[in-house]
Nanobody, 130 residues
């Protein structure tokens, strides 16, 4: 059983930065595609970014970002800590949401689909004030 625990959310002013962490137990994240989705009140869960599993580079891109966060967010993985990070810079009020960590063996065409991920964290709130 894979368990994902997120941390690092909080309240920040527009233009500020936060770093989210997702630490896994039960399986190494390097064997799974891992990423972040977010859900704002009254909206559907949406894709943010993912980093693909080690060894998939011949077939998949290393990482994929939503257009809305490209150039501002960066996803990375520390295999020794079995942790994936989401560095969020230049935050905007529209980034306010609950951010969820997800992991699984998503297909190349399904990297952005929440349904492709088997394991989910409990979520961490990010609030960006204007």
């Amino acid at each position: 059983q894979v368990q994902l625990v997120e941390s690092g959310g909080g309240l920040v002013q527009a233009g500020g930065s936060l770093r989210l962490s997702c630490t896994a137990s039960g399986r190494t994240l390097s064997s799974l595609t891992t990423g972040w989705f977010r859900q704002a009140p009254g909206k559907e869960r949406e894709f943010v970014a993912i980093i693909t599993w080690s060894g998939s580079k011949l077939y998949y891109p290393d990482s994929v970002y939503a257009d809305s966060v490209k150039g501002r967010f960066a996803i990375s993985r520390d295999n020794a800590k079995n942790t994936v990070y989401l560095q969020m810079n230049s935050l905007k009020p529209e980034d306010t949401a609950v951010y969820y960590c997800a992991a699984g063996r998503a297909s190349e065409l399904g990297l952005r689909r929440a349904s492709e991920y088997d394991y989910w964290g409990q979520g961490t709130q990010v609030t960006v004030s204007s």
